[in-house]
């Protein structure tokens, strides 16, 4: 007979550890009430959802999303993009010049400003930034493309900075470059690996406070911040890996603005109690990316794509058979602004305006006709045909990503219409960016966030940009490659004349929409709603219908102000009875637990 | 996300699914002949470690074979220069020949080093240890109350087989398992969280509260609830189910009959025969479990952003971060190793029948 004492007794000693456990849980009840008047203390933290990846806060060497987005808040750039309509404005310099080439870039600062640990900020400060980062390559690992049109950077006095340029360009250099305090960053021993992530000192509203890995990021206001300090005391990220999750926590007020929601969830949270929503008109495109004949710079072709495809008569057929309207309301739900081409109507200035004569819309007739033309006959099953061979594509699409799957849906009967069989292609993030590296597809979905000036958005448009099949010597966004596009960007690159410069934008536009080298869907709404009993303020970028998170600049969250207290309060209510939760989960395990304990004292007697 | 804690074991021995030596025999009237502790012992380790080389091997190549260019998805979207995307290859050690990396790394791994996570520019041994502590509080509190609630229920099931309370017991918790997880863990955040905002929706505690203090703890516990319920939901079925069969299987045995005909009540034989010796598969089977249900809470981690090592490895893979993943990789599946070669030492140890053949 087997009775194992030592098993029993070890099994005892849980339960009983459980107990104790669950009791404890119990009491979650009692001080509940305490952390509500703490929570009061909060109002004038804005506390916002994030599922962003933190390397570090070094501004030199940060890729992600998250940092990137704290540097504007914490640095100040030289020229800042204004909230309006995200065109330069002044930042540390209050006004700039530039000589009659575009080569030598001279600045004017701000007098009288002083980081956030009171010491006085100069341009010997952006010089001194700018030069780590030309000079030291572990440095120029994040922002290294930014200066590499640079041949020096000198500060004669502490007012003046001079960038002299190696090559012309009508983009202002000063731009999107987070300046650091020589004071503090010289004395660092190797920059490169400094994670920055204790304390920050800046010139920003809001300077790094305190960053827990995986739960937390805290800036707090800077008092020297020149504008004059920020209404709240502190932004606070919180860290919620999925999506929904940052829906019920906006929903119970455990955070105060959440961004990049579905339309789904857009929806669902709407009509909730105390908050409030902003569809933000985006930076970002989304669209089709036709491979028309990828090839590196050196023209040397790669990939599998359809030769059809090198036609330009077929691709504007595709164009023609989309009903981008319908399906801008049905896959988006109409959360997005209409199209033209790959720079987002949120930059008024540079966009192809909608006018422009090339812009066509969904024309079934003109479709077939273009195939026609380029020699693709209908055959007996209502494919095209043309020497013995199909027209049939391959679309390449994220099977994650419902818009991506949505359109995709879509689309095959629609390009069955016109006599196109399309092959829907769903696979990984990863594969299809491996896929799309290769140049194995033929169309595939695509997207892009675009900033304030398009020069760099037109450059990887170029020839010259191409990169090879392994990824190498450069970024292309479509490897699209045209001599007429590129003799546009030249000219526009060096154009100082802003109306001249705009007129080549639009050219050099309406030329990649005519050659149809991909298909620009829409410029999708940015989603995101806010504790209207909590925060008011949120400033829009642009003002008017813009976004309020990933801003250009720092006005999304620096002219926020609290609501008044009373009403402010009355939430936390529902902490408390998050006890009573605790209170079940105890009384299932003491009763089971305690069960079991008293059992085994029972038997004690009955031992043989 | 595939979670192994979904294998519902066969009852009283089947295959191990761990599959840590693919020894599956530990069927209870045939157990394994002949042999030493000692010879036994050693056939056991070495199947543990065979596992582990290939772990190690498997760590460092399944990974490279993943699509994807790790320094290409750092840089899209981004001005780089072609310069600035070499000097990151080569910050990776991404430039080095394939084999030149495989090298490192196992030298790596003998003397504890796992390299440096590419996102996290940190020593992915210091990552683990991190991370590890609040895995452990989650999977250890689930796994406490899973086993408990299941093995009570077990016995309770088959002493009481076919009646209305087995039905239900049994049928509830087979309900539960085969939910998934991440769509329970779901449901339960918008319950609890969204709509009645009795708990809060993520997170280990409240940023800024010193997890020592009387109210940190209370706010930790907090959190703990629901990713707990959502772990033990879907587990303690495979405990209920072991301990049922292997309960059902002790009620036919002659010294039970000896016991009733000794005038033992049917609670006392059951609490004092009967489940005693049921016991002995279902520990077997839990400690194979509990390495599972480490792997495990990468989906509950997932739902509700409980910072361990399951998050950790959920964002290793949208990276690819190679280095942190082949950590994680390697010391989950050590982790599982581990509990199968204890479950196997533990079971010898148990089980007189064992010992004696």
């Known amino acids: ?608 | 996300m595939t979670t192994p804690t979904h294998d519902l074991p066969t009852p009283a021995g089947g295959p191990d699914p761990g599959g840590s030596d693919g020894q599956t025999g530990r069927d209870m009237d045939e157990p394994p002949k002949g042999g030493s502790f000692l010879g036994y012992l050693l056939r056991k380790l070495g199947g543990a470690l065979t596992s582990m080389v290939l772990v190690i091997v498997l760590g460092f190549f399944a990974f490279r074979m993943l699509p994807g260019d790790p320094v290409l998805k750092i840089a899209k979207e981004r001005p780089m220069s072609p310069a600035q995307i070499a000097e990151l290859r080569s910050q990776y050690g991404l430039d080095k020949p394939v084999i030149v990396q495989f090298w490192d790394y196992l030298v790596g791994i003998f003397s504890g080093d796992f390299g440096e996570s590419y996102v996290y520019r940190k020593p992915v041994s210091a990552l683990i240890v991190e991370y590890l502590g609040p895995t452990l509080l989650l999977t250890a509190t689930a796994a406490v109350i899973a086993i408990t609630l299941g093995l009570w229920l077990g016995q309770l099931s088959a002493w009481r087989r076919n009646s209305l309370f087995d039905k239900i017991a049994s049928s509830t918790s087979l309900v539960f398992w085969s939910v998934p997880t991440f769509w329970l863990g779901l449901i339960l955040l918008m319950i609890f969280g969204g709509t009645l905002q009795w708990l809060p929706t993520g997170g280990m505690i409240t940023p800024g509260l010193n997890p020592w203090s009387f109210a940190g703890i209370i706010d930790v516990i907090k959190h703990l609830i629901l990713p707990v319920i959502t772990m033990v939901a879907v587990v303690y079925a495979q405990f209920l189910m072991v301990m049922r069969a292997s309960l059902i299987e002790e009620m036919s045995e002659d010294y039970l009959t000896t016991a009733r005909a000794k005038g033992l009540t049917e609670d006392e034989v059951r609490k004092n025969h009967a489940v005693p010796n049921a016991l002995l598969p279902t520990v077997t089977v839990v400690f194979m479990h509990i390495g599972g249900l480490i792997a495990g809470a990468v989906t509950v981690e997932a739902v509700f952003s409980w910072p361990g090592l399951g998050k950790l490895t959920f964002e290793a893979i949208s990276g690819p971060d190679l280095p942190l993943l082949q950590g994680t990789f390697v010391v989950f599946s050590a982790i599982i190793i581990v509990m199968n070669l204890a479950a196997d030492i533990v079971y010898r140890f148990l089980d007189p029948r064992v010992r004696r053949a």
């Open chain 1, 1 to 608: 007979m087997l009775t194992n004492h030592k098993l029993r007794r070890r099994l005892g000693t849980c339960l009983a550890g459980l107990a104790a456990m669950a009791l404890v849980g119990s009491m979650a009840a009692a001080p509940a009430q305490a952390e509500t008047t703490e929570a009061a203390e909060d109002s004038k933290v804005l506390r916002i959802a994030t599922d962003g990846f933190i390397d570090s806060f070094n501004p030199f060497t940060s890729f992600y999303l998250l940092p990137t987005n704290s540097f504007r808040y914490m640095y100040e750039n030289l020229v800042n993009n204004s909230a309006e309509d995200a065109q330069p404005t002044e930042g540390l310099a209050t006004e700039w010049d530039t000589d009659s080439e575009g080569k030598v870039w001279t600045y004017k600062m701000r007098p009288d400003m002083k980081w956030s640990d009171d010491e006085p900020l100069t341009s010997k400060d952006v010089a001194w930034t700018y030069n780590q980062m030309m000079e030291k390559d572990e440095l120029s690992v994040a922002n290294g493309g930014l200066v590499e049109n640079f041949d020096k950077v000198e500060a004669p006095d502490d007012s003046t900075l001079v960038i002299t340029l190696k090559n012309p360009q009508s983009n202002n250099p000063g731009q999107e470059i987070p300046v650091v305090p020589e004071h503090v960053w010289s004395k660092i021993d190797k920059p490169g690996e400094f994670k920055n992530d204790e304390k920050s000192v800046g010139s920003g509203p809001f300077q790094l406070e305190s960053y827990e890995a995986n739960k937390s990021v805290t800036l707090k206001s800077n008092p020297n911040f020149w504008r004059g300090e920020p209404k709240v005391d502190k932004i606070q990220y919180r860290y919620y890996t999925n999506s929904d999750a940052q829906v019920q926590a906006i929903r119970s007020g455990e955070v105060d603005f959440i961004t990049g929601l579905s339309p789904e969830q857009f929806k669902a949270i709407e009509g909730a109690d105390n908050v409030e929503t902003n569809v933000g008109n985006g930076r970002r495109f989304q669209g089709i990316s036709i491979n028309s004949g990828v090839a590196d710079a050196k023209n040397n072709e790669f990939g599998t794509g359809n030769e059809a495809l090198k036609d330009k008569k077929v691709r504007q057929a595709i164009r023609a058979g989309i009903d981008i309207d319908t399906l801008r309301d049905q896959v988006l739900q109409d959360y997005g602004q209409p199209a033209t081409s790959f720079i987002p109507s949120v930059y008024e200035k540079w966009a192809l305006p909608a006018d422009n004569p090339v812009v066509s819309g969904f024309d079934v007739e003109k479709a077939k006709k273009l195939l026609d033309e380029a020699g693709w006959k209908e055959g007996s099953d209502g494919i095209r045909e043309k020497d013995g061979e199909k027209l049939e594509l391959r679309f390449l699409t994220d099977a994650d990503a419902t818009t991506e799957q949505n359109t995709a849906k879509f689309l095959k009967p629609w390009m069955k219409d016109i006599g196109i069989m399309l092959k829907n292609e769903a696979s990984d993030v990863d594969t299809v960016s491996e896929r799309t590296t290769k140049g194995d597809y033929d169309m595939y979905f695509s997207g892009w966030s675009i900033n304030p000036d398009p020069d760099y958005q037109l450059g990887i448009n170029t020839c010259d940009s191409r990169p090879d099949a392994d990824g190498n010597g450069g970024t292309s966004q479509d490897g699209y490659c045209s001599k007429d596009f590129d003799k546009l960007y030249e000219q526009q690159h060096v154009e100082l004349d802003e109306k001249k410069r705009v007129d080549l934008v639009h050219q050099a536009l309406a030329q990649h929409y005519e050659d149809t080298a991909s298909i620009t869907l829409w410029y999708p709404s940015q989603l995101e709603a806010f504790r209207s009993d909590r925060f008011t303020g949120f400033t829009k970028q642009p003002t008017d219908g813009g976004i309020i998170a990933n801003q250009v600049g720092y006005w999304g969250y620096s002219s926020v102000e609290p609501v008044s207290a009373e009403d402010a309060s009355g939430d936390g209510g529902g902490l408390g009875a998050g006890g009573w939760i605790g209170i079940a989960a105890a009384a299932i395990v003491v009763i089971g637990g305690g069960g079991f304990l008293i059992s085994r004292r029972k038997k004690s007697d009955d031992r043989e």
